[in-house]
């Protein structure tokens, strides 16, 4: 289908905007996890981070939909282990033995986020660095020194090709259209980059944020890992879950101000 046909085709652009709304979901675990790493940088450094890492994350997107051909031979089994999980209440094997490219993505890139966030939980929980020096209780401040740009922007790096082989993935069952999916990724990350500012400074104001910022990465780290083992986890479930959370947590915020204010007068 050419470019006038798709843009006078209605269910074209209910592709777009369905898959846009799709991304987008999708791609707010990645942007927590750029707000929070770039967050351990100097403030000067932050914004050009965040920028540079989503700006990689757009360029790999449109790079795997220009390999779409090879992207869907991620989904063939590359090796099989012989075994079989219990099997369910539907008589089937409770877990996948067969592991395809995008199994071993999923599970290396659950791995690293579980890798990186507890490692970020457990900077938090330290109260003191190697010198004595009591140190600021957000892992975005308090490892500000420690954090190097390159460092940073090569876990961004890495991040980045997990999100991005799992949201192309999700674009390819969606539509057959290149150009619908290039729309979509190009529109997604620009919201993004729009979203990434306010949302590092809204952490950062926010310590308590960072901590359930963590624990998401957590969840989402256990979640790839057992997609990569073929427990399928329903994404509504966790948004669900994260969205209760996050409200929970404003209410918190909420208290916290008014206490404040009332201290004050």
């Known amino acids: 289908m050419d470019i006038v046909a798709l843009l006078t085709d209605p269910a074209a652009w209910l592709a777009l905007l369905t898959l846009i709304a799709l991304e987008v979901v999708l791609g707010v675990d990645n942007l927590v996890f750029i707000a929070i790493l770039s ?12 920028r540079i890492g989503l700006s990689l994350a757009l ?6 939909l220009m390999l779409i051909g090879w992207l869907v031979t991620l989904t063939q089994p590359l090796f099989d282990l012989g075994m079989a999980g219990a099997p369910n209440a539907y008589g089937e094997p409770s877990f996948e033995t067969a592991f395809s490219g995008r199994d071993l993505i999923l599970l290396a890139g659950g791995l690293f986020l579980l ?20 140190l600021d209780k957000t892992p975005g401040i308090g490892a500000a020194a420690k ?12 991040i980045d090709l997990v999100f991005s082989v799992d949201s192309i993935l999700t ?11 290039v729309a979509a990724v190009v529109i997604t990350v620009g919201v993004m980059m729009v979203a990434a500012d306010p949302l590092a400074r809204f952490i950062e104001k926010n310590p308590t944020l960072v901590m359930l910022a963590l624990a998401f990465l957590v969840m989402i780290g256990l979640v790839l890992i057992a997609d ?20 929970v947590e404003m209410l918190n915020i909420v208290q916290r101000r008014r206490r404040a204010r009332k201290a004050q007068s």
């Open 39 to 50: 967050n351990k940088l100097p403030p000067e450094q932050q914004s050009r981070a965040r």
């Open 59 to 64: 360029i790999m997107r449109i790079g795997l």
């Open 115 to 134: 890798w990186k966030a507890t490692k970020e939980i457990h900077h938090s929980m330290e109260p003191e660095d190697d010198s004595g020096e009591l």
């Open 147 to 158: 954090a190097t740009f390159g460092a940073v922007i090569a876990q961004i790096i890495a």
């Open 171 to 181: 674009a390819v069952g969606m539509t057959d259209e290149i150009p619908i999916m």
């Open 228 to 247: 990569g083992f073929g427990f399928h986890v329903p994404k509504g479930y966790i948004y669900a879950a994260m969205g209760f959370s996050v409200g």
